[in-house]
């Protein structure tokens, strides 16, 4: 089992910026790729960007230039900084990790309101 638990969400105006950070527990060794996702009420769970036990990142287009992923598997943890943040970007933001076997873990989420 892995377990996530997220942190760092909140209130920014446009604009502003929010770094979000995962903490991963328990079969540490099981995890290959890391990510965040978002999701909407009334809308799927979507990719925001992931990255890979060996750092190659995946961002989705429209965060790109705009929110970085970062991993250290040193301290067990992936983090997303995002910039220039849009009240489009308000969501639940949910850390997945998956692992060698493909089983996927989630955490519980952190809101990001971005708003005037």
């Known amino acids: 089992q892995v377990q996530l638990v997220e942190s760092g969400g909140g209130l920014v105006q446009p604009g502003g910026s929010l770094r979000l950070s995962c903490a991963a527990s328990?079969?540490?060794?099981?995890?290959?790729?890391m990510g965040w996702y978002r999701q909407t009420p009334g809308k799927q769970r979507e990719l925001v960007a992931a990255?890979?036990?060996?750092?190659?990142?995946n961002i989705v287009e429209s965060v790109k230039g705009r929110f970085t992923i970062s991993r250290d598997n040193a301290r067990n943890a992936v983090y997303l900084q995002m910039n220039s943040l849009k009240p489009e970007d308000t969501a639940v933001y949910y850390c997945?990790?998956?692992?060698?076997?493909?089983?996927?873990?989630w955490g519980p989420g952190t809101q990001v309101t971005v708003s005037s």
């Open positions: 990255i890979t036990n060996g750092g190659t990142t």
């Open positions: 328990g079969k540490i060794f099981s995890i290959a790729d």
């Open positions: 997945n990790a998956l692992t060698w076997k493909r089983n996927d873990y």
